[in-house]
Structure formats: structure tokens, C-alpha cells
């Protein structure tokens, strides 16, 4: 545990082959450490491993590693390339929090599970997807992402959780699909930008009090039914007016199935 933590005077590191973890807070507080190699032998990085390395740049996780600890990359202000695995099956609490100028993630399909606040206040952030396998949205998962316009969830999500898009002021338009049985409080709160939602039958007849407790205002937000979008053309129409800033939950939306944003 601990082993360079503030040792603020680092700047990059070779970690060699005989070593297969990374413990608890390790690199915590490296304020000058740009890069570090990890080699393929790692299999565990622990929590707060690379907690407000302040300056690194990009980083590779090898193949191997099943978990992202909580606070693993938390504060990692400069961070804008990470390397996920298809061996991840799990990204805990606050990972990647306050990551500020990571613009795009690509999460392995191995992922089963993102806990609460994972990309909080990553601010730069345009882009994620949600693996098939991942069956919940975690609470305050993209709280304060503001430049978030585009995020594809797959087919399993069930449940978005409170607070899950707080503050996400580029968002346009959202797609929400039957599978989903539960959004909590203030999801999409002071998404101020949010024009349109198209919602399923299976929700259209919600009182304002769903809508309220959802913080989507229904007499500036539109609530379109999906029986009123008949096919990709007509979507794509609708689509265009936002440049592409827009959230779209794709789960089993057939006339969206060849759409890409």
C-alpha cells in the first residue's frame, strides 16, 4: 500500500514484468507523473491507485485486470486516452471522477457492472457506451457531464439512477425504450438544453409527477410517442435539427437499428 504515494517529484515509472498488482493508492498524489507502463502481469489495480495523478496523460490497463477499484483514476485531470480490456467486468465507485479532459470512452464488452458517480464531473466527456451486458445506470453516473451529447446503452439496462444526467446541458434529445422500469429522481435535472423525449407506450400515459420527479419539464421538453416515428427516415429528420447533440438510449428500437450518430 502506499508505495510512491505524493511523491510529487515522479514523472514516469517502468513497472517490470515480476510484479502482478497495484495496490491501494500507489501512485496516489504523483502530481508529476506523465506516464507509466503497465506490463501485462497486473491483474489487480487497487483503489485510488492513480488517485489525482494530476499530470498523466494516458494509460493502458493490460489485459487481465477484472475490476477498476474505486477512485482508480479519480481527479486524473490531464487523462484524455485510457485503454480498457475486454477482461473488465466491473468499474467501481468514482473511478474516473473528475477526469475533465477525457472526450470519449470505449467500455469492453466483458463489462457487467458500473457502480454510482463512475464519470461525475467529467466535463469533456461526448461520448460513452454502455456495454449489452450492463443491466443498471448508476446514480450521478455523468453528473455534470456538460458536453455529453451522445451515449449508446445497450439492450440490458433496466434502470437509470438518480441524479444519473444531472447537468448535462448539451443534451437535445432522449430516447427512453420499454426495457427501462425505473429512472429516479432528478435524472435528467437541469438538462437545460433537452428539447425532445421519446418515450414508449408503456410510459405514455405518466402523470406529471412521474415527469416531475424526473426534472423533465413537459411545457419546454416535448415527449414524443414511438408509435409516431414510423420509420428511420422520419427519425433521421428529426435528428438532424441537433447536430448530433443529442443522448440516445438504444435498446430495441428497430428503425434506429442502422443509425449512427
Given amino acids: 500500500h502506499h508505495a510512491f504515494c505524493s511523491c510529487s517529484s515522479l514523472t514516469s515509472i517502468n513497472i517490470p514484468d515480476s510484479v502482478t498488482s ?28 492513480f ?31 485510457i485503454t480498457i480490456p475486454n477482461s473488465v467486468e466491473s468499474i467501481e465507485l468514482s473511478a474516473f ?8 470512452i470505449i467500455l469492453p464488452n466483458s463489462l457487467t457492472s458500473l457502480d454510482d458517480d463512475v464519470f461525475s464531473s467529467c466535463s469533456k466527456l461526448r ?14 453516473i455523468f453528473f455534470l457531464c456538460t458536453n455529453l451529447t451522445t451515449i449508446d446503452i445497450g439492450k440490458s439496462v433496466t434502470s437509470i439512477g438518480r ?17 427501462i422500469n425505473h429512472t429516479g429522481r432528478k435524472a435528467f ?26 426534472c423533465i419539464d413537459t411545457e419546454k421538453t416535448q415527449l ?9 427516415d422520419r427519425h433521421k429528420k428529426l435528428s438532424s435539427s441537433y447536430s448530433y447533440c443529442e443522448l440516445f438510449i438504444l435498446h430495441q428500437l428497430q428503425e434506429y437499428d442502422n443509425f449512427t450518430p
Fill in 22 to 49: 497495484i495496490d491501494f493508492e500507489a501512485f496516489f498524489g504523483c502530481t508529476s507523473l506523465t506516464t507509466i507502463t503497465i506490463p501485462d502481469s497486473v491483474t489487480f489495480i487497487g483503489a485510488g491507485a
Fill in 51 to 81: 488517485f489525482c495523478c494530476t499530470n498523466l496523460t494516458s494509460i493502458t490497463i493490460p489485459e487481465g485486470v477484472t475490476t477498476i477499484k474505486v477512485g482508480a483514476f479519480s481527479h486524473c485531470t490531464s487523462l484524455t486516452s
Fill in 97 to 104: 471522477t473528475c477526469c475533465k479532459n477525457i472526450t470519449s
Fill in 127 to 140: 461520448y460513452v457506451n454502455i456495454p449489452n451486458n450492463v443491466v443498471s445506470i448508476g446514480n450521478r
Fill in 163 to 179: 441524479s444519473a444526467f444531472y447537468g448535462c446541458s448539451s443534451i437535445a434529445l432522449v430516447a427512453i425504450d420499454e426495457n
Fill in 189 to 214: 435535472e437541469k438538462c437545460s438544453n433537452l428539447r425532445h423525449v421519446i418515450i414508449p407506450a408503456s410510459i405514455k400515459s405518466k402523470d406529471a409527477n412521474y415527469w416531475n420527479q424526473v
Fill in 224 to 232: 414524443i410517442s414511438q408509435d409516431q416515428l414510423t420509420n428511420l
